[in-house]
């Protein structure tokens, strides 16, 4: 079946480091959806790119979807402390919807 | 406000008992989803419904059951069978067209340990 794989499981950067967390997918994804988790709370949305080479920006986050549309990536420029949390990228159609393993990321002030 | 109420939050059963978990939506999607999160580990997929009284077994079904008898409400019973039933429940819902389809709205999780 089809799988997402997220590197790295973990990172701890200083406030203000950059970070990038990676995805990839063993099969074509129709789209890629990110989602994020705060420590205790629940996964929220953050977006969807479904065009191949997309690169979209949200303040300091740029998603990017692979030529291929089977990797994607989220770089954070300048982490913030409000960045921690854990970082999910989900492949595919809502009925075929597989999320990754998740990058947890802790930032030190 | 429109959202995902779950109930209950945390939830204590013993060996050998059933347990139902409540999931209610007033966002008027048509689709709505049962995740199971385990400590380090993603979202698996337990079931999800397009439509009432319809639904399709995910990744992880055994030992799980579901209903969909009203569009805004998808409860899911951790039965006896389930071998290994302690973790995060995350029940989800999306719209099936228009903008926004497939992106889903998360609700805030329910907490099952078994004793």
């Known amino acids: 079946g089809q799988q997402v794989m997220q590197i790295p499981q973990y990172q701890h950067v200083q406030e203000g480091e950059d970070f990038t967390t990676y995805c990839n997918s063993s099969?074509?994804?129709?789209?890629i959806q990110w989602y994020k988790q705060r420590p205790g709370g629940h996964p929220v949305f953050l977006i969807q790119?479904?065009?191949?080479?997309e690169v979209k920006k949200q303040k300091r986050l740029t998603f990017q979807f692979g030529e291929a549309k089977k990797n994607s990536s989220l770089h954070i420029t300048a982490t913030q402390t409000t960045d921690v949390g854990t970082y999910f990228c989900?492949?595919?159609?809502?009925?075929?919807?597989?999320f990754g393993t998740g990058t947890r990321l802790l930032v030190s002030p | 406000d429109g959202g995902i109420t779950q109930s209950p939050k945390y939830l204590f059963r013993k060996e050998g008992q059933n347990v139902t978990l409540s999931c209610e939506q007033n966002?008027?999607?048509?689709?709505m989803y049962w995740y199971r999160q385990d400590p380090g580990q993603g979202l698996r997929l337990i079931y999800y419904?397009?439509?009432?009284?319809?639904?399709q077994k995910g990744d992880i079904a055994e030992g799980y059951s579901v209903s969909r008898e009203k569009k805004e409400s998808f409860p899911l019973t951790v039965t006896s069978a389930q071998k290994n039933p302690t973790a995060f429940y995350l029940c989800?819902?999306?719209?099936?067209?228009?903008?926004?389809?497939?992106?889903?709205?998360f609700g805030a999780g329910s907490r099952l340990t078994v004793l």
């Open positions: 099969t074509t994804l129709s789209n």
């Open positions: 419904s397009q439509i009432v009284n319809d639904f």
């Open positions: 989800a819902s999306s719209p099936t067209g228009g903008i926004g389809a497939n992106v889903l709205t």
């Open positions: 989900a492949g595919g159609g809502f009925q075929k919807l597989v």
């Open positions: 790119l479904v065009k191949s080479g």
């Open positions: 966002l008027n999607h048509d689709a």
